[in-house]
């Protein structure tokens, strides 16, 4: 089974490689936010609570976030796999996924990480802005903060799975294909 974190900055190309190593490896896509938006719009008992954070103003706990998680993994035992999308964020939520999966005696295979610099991000997510119709997309000054919590609040994750020797940097420059074969070279030796 491979478990699988792809990691990197908003814009560093981590959707596209995603749906390039789904279909390859048949894992699982699991996206925090995805989870989310189901959970809330089935009115499920945690999208309940998640509602209620939200319309305060409120992060959403870890522990239900968590729950989500473990929603979504349990209901495919079939899987090969997963790859883990928007989480963990923190290293709590690493610890707490860690915790998860030793649960179901299973475990992060790899945190792959795409490496880009942030002058290059800032154009990729600016371009993607033209047609994405997201606001936050266009304004540089909202591309620059993300990126800064990006680095503060969510990098040291990688060092967290690098001390598991789970870490993998990837630099996440060069076509599509490029990219994708060193991470499959990295999956390959799993």
């Keep these: ?87 963990p964020r923190t290293i709590p939520q690493a610890e707490a996924l860690d915790a998860l999966l030793t649960g179901m005696e299973t475990s992060i295979s790899a945190l792959i990480a795409l490496e880009v610099q942030d002058e290059e991000i800032i154009k990729r997510i600016m371009l993607r802005g033209e047609t994405s119709g997201r606001p936050d997309d266009s304004d540089e000054s909202i591309i620059r903060n993300r990126i800064e919590v990006y680095n503060s609040e969510t990098a040291p994750v990688f060092d967290y799975y690098k001390q598991q020797n789970k870490s993998y940097s990837i630099n996440g420059i060069g076509t599509i294909e490029e990219i994708f074969d060193h991470i499959s070279e990295v999956l390959d030796d799993l």
């Design 1 to 87: 089974m491979i478990n699988l974190i792809l990691f990197g900055p908003p814009g560093s190309g981590k959707g596209t490689q995603a749906a390039k190593i789904i279909e390859k490896y048949t894992l699982i896509h699991i996206s925090t936010g995805d989870l989310f938006r189901y959970e809330m719009s089935h009115d499920t008992p945690l999208g309940m609570q998640a509602k209620e954070y939200i319309g305060k103003g409120e992060l959403v706990p870890d522990s239900i976030t968590i729950g989500m998680l473990r929603n979504k993994v349990e209901s495919h035992p079939e899987a090969k796999g997963f790859i883990f999308d928007g989480f």
